[in-house]
């Protein structure tokens, strides 16, 4: 599957913007998906998840409660709904699929903010937050 990430830009803090992640070929409803963020110098961390069918979700404790992940199977669409942006928030934002089966039906288990453990990524696009 190839994943497309769209939808940043820049934004004052306490604004809103919505990422969304789309993705093209077979297999997209089947697998658990990720947003990441990288800010510049620092690693790639894991922000939210959601199962395959969307029912599972996990969110960092930094954006637990002002960010929202979601997706649309039929539409092979996932969402990130981010409010009350921070400036800490600024980074290049990537979306990306875990194809193991076995974790799927799960928002989060023991290795999902491990970054190898994503098969497919989207290309990034950057936040930037200005306070």
């Known amino acids: 599957v190839q994943l497309q990430a769209f939808g940043g830009g820049l934004v004052q803090a306490g604004g809103s913007l919505r990422l969304s992640c789309s993705g093209s070929?077979?297999?997209?409803?089947?697998?658990?998906m990720g947003w990441f963020r990288q800010a510049p110098g620092k690693e790639r961390d894991l922000i939210a998840r959601?199962?395959?069918?969307?029912?599972?979700?996990y969110y960092a404790d930094s954006v637990k409660g002002r960010f929202t992940i979601s997706r649309d199977n039929a539409k092979n669409t996932m969402y990130l709904q981010m409010d009350s942006l921070r400036f800490e928030d600024t980074a290049v934002y990537y979306c990306?699929?875990?194809?193991?089966?076995?974790?799927?039906?799960?928002?989060?288990?023991?290795?999902?903010?491990?970054?190898?453990?994503?098969?497919?990524w989207g290309q990034g696009t950057l936040v930037t937050v200005s306070s």
């Open positions: 959601i199962s395959r069918g969307g029912a599972g979700t």
């Open positions: 990306a699929a875990d194809q193991n089966t076995r974790w799927s039906t799960h928002g989060y288990y023991t290795g999902a903010k491990r970054v190898s453990n994503y098969d497919y």
């Open positions: 070929g077979r297999g997209f409803s089947s697998y658990a």
